[in-house]
């Protein structure tokens, strides 16, 4: 078993920046693929960034390509969402997520994919 817990979530003023932080326990980390995902109410769960177990693959939705940076540093068991130019449509909560399967393979944008997942942590954009 995973357990995953989010942090770094806030309230912030379009154009500012957060970093999210998503610490792993419980199993190896360092052999997990990481996402991120984030839901809007009313919306669903929809993805925004995943990175390889090594960190030298990464994939994004296009709506934060060039905002956004996740990263991961696996001898502290933490995967980061770096965001920056944040936008009052990028309020949501956000959720880490692991594939313990750990291969780059496969729908990595797809909430399927992944084995377990964190609590989530808010982030609100004002305008």
């Known amino acids: 078993q995973v357990q995953l817990v989010e942090s770094g979530g806030g309230l912030v003023q379009a154009g500012g920046s957060l970093r999210l932080s998503c610490a792993a326990s419980?199993?190896?980390?360092?052999?997990?693929?990481m996402g991120w995902f984030r839901q809007a109410p009313g919306k669903e769960r929809e993805f925004v960034a995943a990175?390889?177990?090594?960190?030298?693959?990464?994939y994004y939705t296009d709506s934060v390509k060039g905002r956004f940076t996740i990263s991961r540093d696996n001898a502290k068991n933490t995967v980061y969402l770096q965001m920056n130019y944040l936008k009052p449509e990028d309020t949501a909560v956000y959720y880490c997520?692991?594939?313990?399967?750990?291969?780059?393979?496969?729908?990595?944008?797809?909430?399927?994919?992944?084995?377990?997942w964190g609590q989530g942590t808010q982030v609100t954009v004002s305008s």
């Open positions: 419980g199993r190896t980390f360092s052999n997990y693929a």
């Open positions: 990175i390889s177990w090594s960190g030298s693959n990464t």
């Open positions: 997520a692991a594939d313990e399967k750990g291969s780059w393979l496969g729908c990595k944008g797809c909430v399927y994919e992944y084995d377990y």
